[in-house]
């Protein structure tokens, strides 16, 4: 009797201890199943507020990007004046541009002045003594003249800058898409050097376009910024190409 009581006593406390155990593990489920919900939420709040914030930064580079546009246009617009170039030189150095940009040497050689050719000017000064001019035929074979020719020297290293036309026209005259320009100024210096510029003193009859990039990678902040400035003389009422400058950063 005694060791019957015993086991139905054993029993009883197996029981209670079995739904001691599943309360416990429901309570715990209930508890994990309450902090997933609650993680969810605010998961999908999370991503509703990265969704707002994205349209706004959205928002905010369409801003930007107009604000530029403005920028650009009222710089243009600063640099136009009533002394100025006509739209004949603004027409014809859009046509310039155009034959650089294919590298179209045979309609580029047809802007180039009759009598004084066009001097090529590696940086910023130009030197009337050691620039090299062409005539409109040289210009018109740039593409397969393999000569190889003295251009002046490099700024830093003072070494000779020896290539031919062809070299030289990619790396001092149209080294980027000039046809699209951030700025352009108009017988006006948009960007200064610490070179000298001398440009109104050689050519005090021109008209000058200088076509400018204010840099492309962040990281030299403004310091591989870049320009080509086109000059222009007038013979009888047509605008002839007389100076190619390329300008950059010197030390």
């Known amino acids: ?14 029981s209670l201890l079995t739904l001691t155990a599943c309360n416990n593990s429901a309570t715990q489920i209930s508890e994990i199943k309450s902090e997933l919900e609650s993680v969810k ?3 999908s709040q999370l991503e ?25 246009a009222t710089e243009l617009e600063a640099t136009s004046s009533s002394s100025g170039p006509s739209s004949s030189v603004v027409n014809t150095s859009a046509d310039v541009i155009e034959a650089m940009n294919n590298q179209d ?26 620039d090299v001019v062409f005539t409109s035929a040289q210009v018109a074979n740039m593409a397969v003249d393999p000569t190889l020719i003295l251009w002046g020297a490099y700024d830093g290293t003072g070494e000779p800058i020896q290539m031919t036309a062809l070299d030289y026209f990619d ?10 320009p951030q700025i352009m100024g108009f017988n006006t210096t948009v960007h200064f050097g610490n070179m000298i510029e001398n440009l109104e003193t050689v ?25 080509l400035t086109l000059v222009y003389e007038e013979v009888g009422s047509v605008w002839y190409l007389v100076g190619i400058i390329n300008h950059q950063w010197t030390t």
Request: charged letters at 20%.
């Open 105 to 130: 040497f045979a309609t580029l050689s047809t802007f180039i002045h009759p009598t004084q050719g066009v001097r090529f000017t590696p940086y910023t000064y130009v030197d009337t003594v050691n």
């Open 41 to 43: 939420a605010e998961n």
């Open 203 to 227: 050519y005090p009859n021109g008209d000058y376009i200088e076509y400018h990039f204010n840099g492309f990678d962040p990281i030299y902040e403004g310091l591989d910024w870049s320009s």
């Open 171 to 180: 790396a001092f005259v149209y080294d980027e898409d000039y046809m699209n």
């Open 48 to 72: 509703n507020e990265l969704v707002v914030m994205e349209e706004e930064i959205v928002s905010l580079e369409e801003t930007i990007t107009a604000m530029e546009d403005d920028i650009s």
């Open 1 to 14: 009797m005694k060791t019957s009581k015993k086991i139905l006593w054993t029993l009883m406390l197996i």
